[in-house]
């Protein structure tokens, strides 16, 4: 796993050698192995590697072929390298490492931009062209590897991380107010917006070309759901495990050390016991606890750990992330809070302790409908259909209002519930995953930031996917959102930026774009079947996992957040929310960021999701932001 970041300078010939190599330098923990840079009259490259493959300086890059006419920075593997590598040789190629590199940049030599089709992996790359004078960006179908852009009066700028562009004194740090919206609602900015106004996030499955006539993206790859597949269940159960097993053993191809993360949990689980399957040696495995044993799954992992034989490592998160908290929100580059970015941090730093390269069970939940939302919203969903759209519309809303003014538990479920039934499907959705509610919003902001954001609704983003959905039902529809939002916007920055933090290279079986269209073409019964969810895969994998991981209560990889922040965190949090909050008071009134403290800490209310990302705003504003 690498970092790469570069520009082009056909109009505005004022980068230069250095400005490469601090790029490289603000993404060095991406590759702490070497560096490498290119730079001619219109283009400039730089690289730092991670060695995984061919550990020799023949590995090292930019990498170049056809006479030294094509260059390449590549972050990523590339999965199905070497049986392209021998369709390339077999017409005539040769080659004189054993990367994946050296593979794509000859594939590009024989077909152009068609290459991107034939590519499996993850992973974000630029190519110069030095025939044709154009750079071609590319990013993985699902968004695995991250690749932001600056485009400047007819050049760019781009890199794997932000921290890279912002060494460029003429890329600017102005905060979108609506991406400061999205962050609330989401925990994250969706693509393609940055925190930043000017500067974009190159999506899933495109590609990005530039030349002297100007910049154009374009999409290679869309997950579909309209072509749903008549199997049987023991049909699918076969070719499932077939693929997922094919997909697992291709991704423990490495020139290094190699384990897996294992969470106790169904995906991690299958994950390790098709590891174990493959090797030799026992797989080294690693797990991070709580104290708070509603959070703590490591019983669990011990479990599989034991039944396959596992080098089996554990971490226990107490007050110690307290001190790692500044340093982690350092690595995202936007605000963003999901709350699993700490144990993914410290499962990322126990496991680069033993290998170099980690397999992870990251997707199952998302493409095969794992979280309990899914089931809720299906409910919720077959129940709204029951009900006469104008009863919906008119009667509902007012006794949603009633009961939310009524006292007790039971009249703020029921307002929650009336509420969303009487919202359409995808607002529905929407509302019942933000993690801000109007309310609370309009409560927060000052006017002028109201002002300045005008009509504008975090929930669009969500809305228009559902809407572009191609599935035949609810739970497609919703699936589908869910792919092109919350895993490549939240999962996937997550284990990208915690696992790159600590020079972790995570592998997801799961997450192969054949394994996507693969479950999108299954009936969503398969799926979701009443409320058990993730069904098929329970059965595919009953043979290697035992009852008690496959079919207990699903717990995910959350925290402890509502005690944290009147815990462990309170100090913290009182320093950055009420003390020093120069960042948050930029959009928000003082005096209703210490409303919701005060409510939280003395329980009459639980605002952690909203105070937690106050927190997370604050410490990435103070680093990216604040003044000198």
Excluded at 324 to 348: G, M, N, Q
Excluded at 508 to 519: G, M, R, T
Excluded at 559 to 588: I, Y
């Amino acid at each position: 796993m690498c970092g790469i970041a570069g520009f082009t300078h056909f109009f505005h010939n004022n980068y230069n050698q250095q400005q490469l190599l601090t790029m490289g330098n603000a993404i060095a923990h991406r590759g702490p192995d070497a560096h490498g840079e290119y730079l001619n009259d219109n283009i400039g490259l730089s690289h730092r590697r991670l060695s995984i493959l061919d550990l020799s300086e023949a590995g090292n890059q930019p990498m170049y072929a056809d006479n030294n006419q094509l260059v390449i920075v590549f972050n990523g593997e590339i999965y199905n390298f070497l049986e392209l590598r021998a369709e390339l040789e077999a017409k005539g190629y040769s080659f004189n490492t054993h990367t994946d590199t050296e593979v794509i940049l000859k594939l590009y030599q024989d077909q152009g931009q068609d290459f991107i089709h034939r590519i499996n992996g993850m992973f974000a790359l630029a190519i110069w062209d030095n025939k044709q004078q154009s750079l071609l960006l590319a990013r993985d179908r699902i968004g695995k590897k991250p690749l932001y852009y600056y485009p400047n009066n007819g050049d760019i700028a781009f890199a794997s991380e932000l921290k890279a562009l912002l060494t460029l004194e003429d890329v600017p740090r102005n905060i979108r107010p609506d991406a400061v919206y999205d962050y609330f609602a989401y925990q994250y900015v969706p693509d393609p917006k940055t925190i930043f106004e000017g500067i974009y996030k190159l999506e899933p499955g495109h590609i990005l070309t530039i030349d002297k006539t100007g910049l154009k993206t374009s999409r290679y790859w869309q997950p579909s759901f309209a072509n749903t597949a008549n199997k049987t269940q023991q049909q699918a159960e076969e070719e499932l495990l077939a693929l997922v097993d094919d997909c697992t053993q291709k991704r423990m191809i490495s020139d290094v050390p190699l384990g897996a993360f294992l969470s106790g949990g169904i995906d991690s689980s299958a994950v390790v016991a098709l590891m174990a399957k493959h090797s030799e040696q026992p797989i080294k495995t690693c797990s991070i606890g709580f104290d708070d044993k509603k959070y703590n799954e490591t019983e669990f992992a011990q479990i599989v750990a034991e039944q396959y034989h596992t080098e089996h490592f554990e971490l226990t998160v107490k007050g110690n992330m307290t001190d790692k908290l500044e340093e982690i929100a350092r690595y995202f580059d936007e605000p963003f809070a999901d709350p699993s970015l700490v144990p993914t941090y410290f499962v990322s730093k126990l496991a680069r302790e033993k290998v170099t390269v980690a397999l992870a069970g990251d997707g199952g939940d998302e493409i095969f409908a794992g979280y309990e939302k899914y089931a809720i919203d299906q409910t919720e969903n077959q129940l709204r259909s029951a009900i006469p759209k104008p009863l919906r519309k008119h009667l509902l809303p007012p006794i949603a209002k009633l009961c939310r003014r009524l006292p007790g538990t039971l009249f703020k479920k029921a307002s929650s519930l009336l509420h969303s039934l009487s919202l359409s499907p995808a607002m529905a959705f929407y509302v019942s995953n933000s993690q801000i509610d109007d309310p609370t919003w309009q409560q927060l902001i000052k006017p002028e930031t109201a002002n300045t954001l005008g009509n504008y609704h975090p929930s669009e983003k969500t809305l228009g996917l559902y809407d572009q959905a191609d599935g035949p039902d609810h739970l497609s529809k919703i699936l589908y959102t869910d792919l092109h939002s919350y895993l490549p916007g939240g999962i996937l920055v997550k284990v990208d930026r915690m696992s790159m933090a600590n020079s972790l290279e995570v592998r997801a079986p799961l997450l192969d774009y054949q394994v996507i269209d693969y479950a999108n073409r299954l009936a969503s019964n398969l799926k979701l079947k009443g409320k058990e969810k993730k069904h098929i895969l329970k059965k595919t994998f009953e043979k290697f996992l035992p009852k008690s991981i496959l079919y207990r209560k699903k717990m995910g990889f959350s925290v402890p957040l509502a005690s944290w922040l009147r815990n462990e965190l309170k100090a913290q949090c009182e320093e950055h929310l009420l003390n020093n909050n120069q960042g948050l008071t930029q959009f928000f009134k003082a005096d209703a960021i210490k409303q919701l403290w005060q409510e939280h800490q003395s329980q009459r209310k639980d605002h952690s999701a909203v105070l937690w990302s106050m927190l997370m705003y604050q410490l990435w504003w103070n680093t990216y932001i604040k003044p000198k």
